[in-house]
């Protein structure tokens, strides 16, 4: 079975610093991934998602995330971020020709602080 | 766009009460889900279904059942609410191997 690791719970940083969230999986199998972001009181939105193609996959919102298959990692980075980008942000993996369900991670609340 | 739409977003109930959670969604998607969310456990997921009448449990079905008698529409039914079962919940659709659409959550408080 599949699974994924956010190794960081809270990630406090100050306005215009750089991010990385860091983020995990276990599978046996090829996989889609995903990172989502959810801000107070409110569901899950899409933020980027890696299917195919390039491993270099970018927000509109200036999010990138790199999908390292010998590490089998998805982590999420942004060079410079703004108090808006403070919420929990969740990365999930979907494995390709099994299941539809998507298994997500614990979640990384992020804190950008003035 | 897609739209997941739950019925409410706040909803306080009592011990031993009945309570049905309601989500409908509109772009014709085979599959949907119900998740809880409690702070650092992330989402887990409680029942799943990939078509009408069609269910499986998730990671944490216990006390919870589900109905889905049409295509648009999966209910989330809470038999005998504890209080254990304060928490978020949110439901999901989606098809074919790509994303999930969230709705916006219901915050359920059981006193």
């Known amino acids: 079975a599949q699974s994924v690791t956010q190794l960081d719970s809270q990630v406090p940083v100050f306005e215009e610093a750089p991010v990385e969230l860091r983020c995990n999986y276990s599978s046996s199998v090829s996989v889609y991934l995903f990172w989502y972001v959810q801000y107070p009181n409110q569901g899950l939105q899409l933020l980027l998602k890696?299917?195919?193609?390039?491993?270099l996959v970018e927000s509109i919102n200036g999010f990138e995330a790199e999908f390292n298959k010998s590490q089998t990692s998805f982590h999420l980075r942004k060079p410079s971020v703004h108090i808006s980008d403070t919420a929990e942000y969740f990365c999930?993996?979907?494995?390709?020709?099994?299941?539809?369900?998507?298994?997500f991670g614990k979640g990384t609340k992020l804190t950008v602080n003035p | 766009d897609v739209k997941v739409t739950q019925s409410s977003r706040y909803l306080v109930k009592r011990t031993g009460e009945k309570v049905f959670l309601e989500c409908v969604q509109d772009m014709d998607h085979e599959n949907m889900f119900w998740y809880r969310q409690d702070p650092g456990l992330g989402l887990r997921l409680i029942y799943f279904?990939?078509?009408?009448?069609?269910?499986e449990k998730g990671d944490i079905p216990e006390g919870y059942s589900v109905s889905r008698e049409k295509k648009e529409r999966f209910s989330l039914i809470l038999e005998s609410a504890s209080t254990n079962q304060t928490s978020m919940y949110l439901c999901?659709?989606?098809?074919?191997?790509?994303?999930?659409?969230f709705g916006q959550g219901t915050r359920l408080t059981v006193v």
């Open positions: 279904s990939y078509d009408v009448k069609m269910k």
């Open positions: 999901a659709s989606k098809e074919g191997n790509t994303e999930a659409f």
């Open positions: 999930a993996v979907l494995t390709q020709g099994g299941s539809e369900k998507l298994v």
């Open positions: 890696y299917l195919s193609g390039s491993t």
